[in-house]
């Protein structure tokens, strides 16, 4: 029997919603539990792929080609169930169904509302694609009160009764403010969310309060009294200094204990944390440092590299070291003066981007690593500029560029018109709309053996989470191989360079698609794990 849990927030966004439903889907896992993890996004695009990452941070692909909410990332970092193009939808999808039912004749002529037509829609993706699951736990994004949230909330409304309450736990996530003047967290942002949300039909079973200190019982009792729940089921969600000691700090808090409580299941026992003590104690206790320069365009919002940014830390995890990000935006390196920068790092990051917006700088810093033979990783749009200035600056092709920033005499970089997917063949022109027209979701590459990758993976067949739309030339493959850039990784039918690297550099190695996709703390990806070893090694030389 499959159990719905839906997550909701309150008082302001930004409280950790997705954080809170991953470890939460972390701790039912580790009582022996199977779990999927959705997230139900209000707002109206059809997915966040042309969306600035400055607006709603990175853009999670899956396997199958999603272009996904950042948070469906955490679900995956947590619990290691891959998320798939049915866990995530957006308002603008719901519409898109509806409205194309409506068009063929679907609803038989009757006045198409959004009750009960969208509201439909939205249950219908709640309790899709789904098997064996003992827990589906559902994120409504935005916050309680947003008009936008409104057919989501009624729709999980309506779901609740259809399937029962022993089926259906509603949480609430809210904020205690602490105010200093008066020396006490305030619970009344708190009552006014619950209040808000019982407006729409909906009673929160358990509430998560996030506070920067313990929450005093007789808080707790006030605030259970005036939201209709037990005390039990008030629980703190204090800072922690590592994400990864969330799922422990929720346990502390009994908050496992009570949704189990609340479905009637045995409640006996501990949940088995050593993975989560073991990575803590990591990232507690490191054996040393390093600093990676991320030379990227998106730096004033972390979110927009969030797997990165985890995945480089799993690379400490793995060597047992901290990692230190300096977040650089590429466009300094256009004046030469300021690739001093990056003279006392350990390694150097370019990350995936589009357009032309600091561009040079990319290319800058890929040439300061060559030259001042400093670990390199080159990720999509960091593979592609570093290709470019080794035709520029190895190959001698002074006009090497990319047809994505202009029209260049060598276009050493171009757009991708077509490909093959399996044994379907994929087409693209530049016409096209930018949304869900990119290579996407996961490709197979052949790995040359001997080379750096192939000894990092330690095969030479792997399969990466792509997200492009532009590709290195593979005409210029011998060219440029001989003056010392090896294609390392091709697709295939030998058609589409997936990865290249300088074998006489200690570590230098582009790649087009994202590996830190599929990272997790109790699982660091390899390449990740490679390069902060080379960083660490690098470090004994500065």
Known sequence: MTRYIFITGGVVSSLGKGLASAALGALLQARGYKVRLRKLDP???????????YQHGEVYVTDDGAETDLDLGHYERFTGVAARRGDNITTGRIYSNVIAKERRGDYLGATVQVIPHVTDQIKDFIGADTTDEDFILCEIGGTVGDIESTPFLEAIRQFGNEVGPENALFIHLTLLPYIPTAGELKTKPTQHSVKELLGMGIQANILLCR???????NERRKIALFC????????????????????????????????LAYFGLPTEGKPDLSRWTSIVERVRKPQGEVTIAVVGK?????????????????????????????????????????VQRLENVHGILVPGGFGSRGTEGKIRAAQFARERKVPYFGICFGMQMAVIESARNMAGIVDAGSTELGKPGNPVVGLMTEWMRGNSLEKRTEGNDLGGTMRLGTYPAKLVPGSKVAEVYGTTDITERHRHRYEVNVYYKERLEKVGLLFSGLSPDGELPEIVEIPDHPWFIGVQFHPELKSKPFDPHPLFTSFIKAAIEQSRLV
Request: charged share 25%; glycine share 4%.
């Open 43 to 53: 707002y109206l695009n059809v997915d966040p792929g042309t969306m600035s990452p």
């Open 211 to 217: 506070a920067d200190r313990p929450i005093p019982e």
């Open 228 to 259: 209709n729940i037990r005390p039990e089921r008030v629980i703190a969600a204090l800072d922690v200094d590592s994400i990864y000691q969330v799922p422990i700090s929720y346990h502390e808090e009994g908050f496992d204990t009570q949704v």
């Open 298 to 338: 998106y730096t004033s919002l972390l979110d927009s590299y969030k797997s990165l940014a985890e995945a480089l830390t799993h690379g400490g995890i793995a060597n047992n070291v901290k990692v230190k990000l300096d977040w650089i935006d590429s466009e300094i390196f256009e004046d030469d003066s300021a």
